[in-house]
């Protein structure tokens, strides 16, 4: 069964920590994505990456980074967290390929991420 | 503009009902595939069904089917025979060319009413 997991489902961190939230995949998929949802803005981009050490800024970078020195595992950092950094966190990956061919975004259960 | 528009942002409908999502997208390009995901209240993302823009047929997936109207540049879901484990939130998107990014909507939120 493909698989995509992330280290927290759960996660409350204070304003200022640094925050580590990981991402595996073990479908051998070149892309990596980061997302957050909130309520009413549907999914946004954070990063993603096609490649070991590529990325690539999404629609909202500010305030994130992020890290893929394995191809199964990409990592997104809060350097220091903010209250409105609080939301839902989804990882997703997918393979490269002509659009028209599929190769859809496999997702992992995200992460509530609660900073206080 | 946006890529990916869902203008309903709430459905109901009532048990072994059909219920249509409407989905519309913009893109330049030949070659793009469209998707559909449901979001349950538990938060993963299930993939449902996907429509190439070279396919003939509309896509379909068990009870899910994909009206997809090239021209009007529409790719609608249609759920059959809803169930209350239908209720979700539900998501088109959009990728292009050779482009590696996804394109999302802002999601539709579906109620099945027994």
């Known amino acids: 069964d493909v698989k995509v997991t992330q280290s927290s489902r759960y996660l409350v961190k204070r304003t200022g920590e640094k925050v580590f939230l990981e991402c595996v995949q073990d479908?051998?998929?070149?892309?990596m994505f980061w997302y957050r949802q909130d309520p009413g803005l549907g999914l946004r981009l954070i990063y993603f990456?096609?490649?070991?050490?590529?990325?690539e800024k999404g629609d909202i970078p500010e305030g994130y980074s992020v890290s893929r020195e394995k191809k199964e595992r990409f990592s997104l950092i809060l350097e220091s967290a903010s209250t409105n950094q609080t939301s839902m966190y989804l990882c997703?990956?997918?393979?490269?390929?002509?659009?028209?061919?599929?190769?859809?975004?496999?997702f992992g259960p995200g992460t509530r991420l609660t900073v206080l | 503009a946006q890529k990916i528009t869902q203008t309903q942002p709430g459905m109901f409908v009532q048990e072994k009902e059909a219920v249509t999502l409407d989905c519309t997208y913009d893109?330049?390009?030949?070659?793009?595939?469209l998707f559909w995901y449901k979001q349950p209240s538990s938060g993963e993302m299930i993939f449902l069904i996907y429509?190439?823009?070279?396919?003939?047929q509309n896509a379909t997936e068990g009870r899910y089917s994909l009206n997809f109207q090239k021209a009007r540049k529409s790719a609608n879901l249609v759920i059959s025979a809803s169930q209350l484990g239908d209720s979700a939130m539900y998501f088109c998107?959009?990728?292009?060319?050779?482009?590696?990014?996804?394109?999302f909507g802002t999601g539709t939120s579906l109620t099945v009413i027994p």
């Open positions: 997703a990956s997918s393979r490269s390929g002509l659009a028209g061919d599929g190769n859809e975004q496999f």
């Open positions: 990456s096609y490649d070991v050490k590529m990325k």
């Open positions: 998107a959009m990728r292009e060319g050779w482009g590696n990014q996804f394109y």
């Open positions: 893109t330049s390009d030949q070659s793009y595939g």
């Open positions: 479908m051998d998929h070149e892309n």
């Open positions: 429509q190439g823009s070279y396919d003939e």
